[in-house]
């Protein structure tokens, strides 16, 4: 499966600052999604990042909050803006190689927010 | 709303023990079902999936899938105490560009 890295691995940012996490894949992939794990909670999908075009969100999740770009087949940015202590979470890149293959997820974005 | 249930847990099973972990859910339009294991602190991790009815083997991991029940299971034969994770059950609907939607996970821990 494609090798998936994810930068920062953790940070621990001000509130009211912004946040740009990068997920870059070693191969083409057909998709990319980006989820958020709370503290103690299962995975919650944000959007999916549609390459040049923008992110396809999921309900409670907004634009102006989360942007997404995906300028090409190998990679993809979760910007998190104007950050708050409910933030705080780990964020998860996720790909798809070709249509019918398993998702599979990069190590994950460690986020506190004080 | 679509859901994928799970028992929280913990499930708590010796070593050398079947732990059976399950899950159900609400979306009859499902076709792809995924078993993810996540250590404390990590990401998730696919450790099986399945797509027919019926069972599928991988080592000491089972899948079972019965659409009509709209349920799945995970059977983990001779536990070890290095199974102890938290088990993510993850369903897709296979229209393009779906993604999975997951279940809130069991905690198992297997006792040496």
């Known amino acids: 499966s494609a090798v998936i890295s994810q930068k920062p691995s953790r940070d621990i940012c001000q509130r009211g600052t912004s946040l740009t996490i990068q997920c870059q894949v070693d191969s083409q992939v057909t998709m990319m999604f980006w989820y958020r794990q709370q503290p103690g909670q299962s995975l919650t999908l944000i959007a999916t990042a549609n390459q040049g075009s923008e992110a396809t969100y999921e309900s409670g999740f907004v634009i102006d909050k989360f942007p997404i770009s995906r300028p090409n087949l190998t990679f993809s940015t979760l910007t998190v803006s104007n950050m708050s202590p409910e933030d705080s979470s780990i964020y998860l890149c996720?790909?798809?190689?070709?249509?019918?293959?398993?998702?599979?997820f990069g190590d994950g974005t460690r986020l506190s927010i004080l | 709303q679509k859901e994928v249930e799970q028992n929280s847990g913990p499930l708590s099973v010796p070593e050398g023990a079947i732990a059976s972990l399950n899950c159900t859910y609400s979306d009859r339009g499902s076709q792809s079902f995924f078993w993810y294991r996540q250590y404390s602190g990590k990401s998730p991790e696919l450790i099986m999936f399945?797509?027919?009815?019926g069972d599928k083997e991988d080592g000491r991991f089972t899948a079972q899938l019965n659409k009509a029940s709209q349920y799945v299971s995970l059977l983990i034969r001779d536990s070890q105490p290095s199974d102890s994770a938290t088990y993510l059950c993850a369903v897709k609907n296979n229209q393009a560009g779906t993604a999975l939607i997951f279940g809130k996970g069991t905690t198992l821990s297997v006792s040496s």
């Open positions: 996720s790909v798809v190689g070709q249509i019918d293959q398993p998702q599979h």
């Open positions: 399945i797509y027919s009815n």
